[in-house]
């Protein structure tokens, strides 16, 4: 990374490798023998009908609502071995078809098959009838053909056994995309490291887009997660960060459970501290690497008002702890309940909170909001979360800091000029400036003129029936607008300028 460059000079390079240039018990019984059951989505029956009798007869009958399909849920037995680099995995993958159509062939993403030997799968069958499954590995695909096809209802679950090789996350290059699965000499990264199952839909079947150069790719169905991760022949004691907290841990093994989940995320260093608080019951934690303790403060300190100032503006969230991780990488990434920081803002660092450290915390924090909470299809329409996280940024330095206001509509937005259709796919930029002039900086631009045009109040009550109405979904822009009382008619005649329809 040109680091010596100063100024605006370091500001270009900088954002370039930002985003994803594109963001116990040791006698425990193996996870597989015990498989989570199902969860429940609606409310007892017992509330609809209630046992006692009224005195008078005011009969009303209250229809429960139909039965909603239980969410996919794994459960995953990891061991690492530190010294070799691998991850042995036991997986159970249950779920319900997402789709009254039967289904003859589920497709379930292998996104460390992307890497050379790093996925080499060794069993996978039908866990109720023991019987081998026939599979296909294409890219980051894993295709299984079923002989007799699911039909609606009937629920199926997979036994996985596979080994994962690590890669070695390479230092940064100007010629490929920042990685963040895999190790480096002081940190481990587990990010979409097992097997999961994609959005289905009747039409298209399952939602799988190719890797992209830069942005996102991946769409992401809530599930719930139980993960049992074991750290075997490392020399030195580890700290694992998570996508939310133990409910068992002993030295070297935690277990977690958590419900209603986009991902689970996970990463291990020898060398972390940790700055860490609770707030209204959500433990907030900052992992950093040694000598950076200003920092691992500083943004532990922002994390944790920005999760107050967005769950004020935008709604409560449903998570019980949000992890901050210095990255030993150059890039910033966000997962569910967890999200990572390049190094490179820790180093340029300089106390005050003109800077990437303080912008980008604050930025990855909302993707708690636009991201995992409302999801979007991060391909088709990076736009849902990046505009939104990057105004975020904005309304955060209104709140607390607001006399960097203007110098961050400058530094952040305006001194690129940006231009560009604001809701095209990740794969119809040309090039990751395009990309992010048009979805981060423009997007911003966007919110702005549209908070303008409604008025503070209705803007923000529009933000929080977006949020409310589609929390645990996968949203479009539809969505968005209808969250508004916005046509998309409205929407073009007023701001078609960003959405490439100039009127
Ligand atoms: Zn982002």
């Given amino acids: 990374m040109r680091l010596a460059k100063t100024g605006i000079g370091w500001l270009v390079v900088f954002f370039i490798g930002m985003f994803g240039v594109g963001c116990a018990n040791p006698t425990v019984v193996p996870l597989y023998e015990s498989p989570t059951p199902e969860r429940i989505t609606q409310s007892p029956l017992v509330e609809a009908f209630p046992t006692a009798v009224p005195s008078t007869p005011t009969l009303e009958v209250i229809q429960p609502e139909p039965l909603q399909p239980a969410l996919p849920s794994y459960s995953i037995d990891a061991v690492y071995d530190a010294a070799q680099k691998k991850v042995n995995v036991t997986q159970l993958i249950t779920f319900t078809p997402p789709s009254t159509k039967p289904i003859h062939e589920i497709t379930l993403i292998a996104e460390p098959n ?15 009838t023991g019987q081998e ?35 070695e996350i390479p230092p940064p290059s100007d010629t490929s995309k920042p990685q963040i699965f895999g190790y480096t000499q002081r940190q481990t990264n587990l990010v979409d490291w097992y097997l999961w199952l994609p959005p289905y839909e009747d039409e298209a079947g399952w939602v799988i887009h190719p890797p992209s150069f830069f942005g996102e790719y991946t769409v992401y169905p809530m599930a719930d997660f139980e993960v049992h991760f074991e750290v075997i022949n490392s020399p030195r004691q580890v700290i694992v960060a998570a996508t939310s907290s133990p409910v068992e841990q002993t030295q070297n093994e935690w277990k977690y459970r958590l419900d209603s989940a986009r991902n689970f995320a996970l990463s291990v260093s020898a060398d972390f501290q940790v700055a860490e608080t609770e707030v209204e019951g959500v433990k907030i934690s900052s992992y950093y690497f040694p000598l950076y303790k200003r920092q691992g403060e500083a943004v532990l300190q922002h994390t944790v008002q920005a999760y107050q100032l967005y769950s004020e503006l935008f709604g409560e969230l449903p998570r019980s702890s949000i992890s901050a991780v210095q ?3 150059m890039d910033g990434m966000e997962f569910d309940g967890l999200f990572f920081l390049s190094k490179g803002f820790y180093d340029l660092y300089d106390g005050t909170d003109r800077g990437y450290l ?8 909302a993707h708690q909001w636009w991201y995992t909470v409302v999801a979007n299809d991060q391909a088709q329409h990076p736009w849902l979360d990046e505009a939104l996280c990057t105004y975020a940024e904005r309304l955060y330095y209104e709140r607390f800091l607001s006399e960097s206001v203007e110098w961050w509509w400058y530094y952040r937005v305006n001194f690129y000029q940006p231009t560009g259709v604001i809701d095209l796919s990740v794969y119809d930029y040309k090039g990751y400036l395009a990309y992010r002039d048009a979805v981060y900086l423009r997007g911003a631009l966007f919110l ?10 209705p803007f923000f009550a529009g933000l929080k029936n977006y949020y409310t109405e589609n929390m645990g979904k996968i949203a479009v822009p539809q969505d968005f607008f209808g969250a508004f009382d916005l046509t998309e008619q409205v929407v073009l005649e007023k701001w078609g300028s960003y959405f490439g329809r100039e009127q």
């Fill in 327 to 329: 990255a030993d990488f």
């Fill in 448 to 457: 702005e003129e549209l908070r303008k045009e409604l008025g503070d109040e």
């Fill in 133 to 167: 499954l026939d599979w296909e590995l294409q890219g980051n695909r894993l295709k299984i053909g079923l002989a007799d096809p699911l039909t609606d209802q009937q629920s199926l679950t997979i036994l996985a056994e596979y080994t994962l090789q690590l890669p």
């Fill in 114 to 128: 992307r890497y050379t030997n790093g996925f080499v799968l060794s069993r996978l069958e039908n866990q109720a």
């Fill in 358 to 365: 303080t912008l980008i915390t604050v930025h990855e924090t």
